[in-house]
């Protein structure tokens, strides 16, 4: 049975998405290593709290060139699209938790890559969105 404490501890870091949140900061301090990593930290919440007001330039690890390369990886035969499957396992691997599951191209296991970098800037959009600072 389950401490009634640490069950609202679980609630909380739940309701306000503090591990993930935890775990994006943590991916933007490995990729860019920087010299300051407080401050660091301390303007990448400033920049997601100024974001979710405004509704727009959450702070992202991937921009297009990233996104571009991990569909390359997924193409390599340069055939312009992916399969489902590849689509659904690369959002969920890149932390989109709410994306589409049957997206344009779906019926015919061929999603493009404009799809695909559609569906993973909402997705990586709507991930940092949640975050509560």
Known sequence: MSNPREKEATNYLDQHKILELFDHITSELIFHRPDNPKAFML????????????????????????IESVFGMLDPTKKGFISLEQYTQALQTLGCKDFDERPPGSGQ????????????????????????P
């Open 109 to 132: 296991d061929r999603i493009t890559q404009d799809t695909f970098t559609r569906e993973i800037k909402q997705g990586l959009k709507k991930s940092s969105a949640a975050f509560r």
């Open 43 to 66: 303007d990448y919440i400033a920049k997601t709290k100024e974001a979710r007001t405004t509704q727009m330039d959450y702070p992202c690890l991937f921009d297009n060139s990233n």
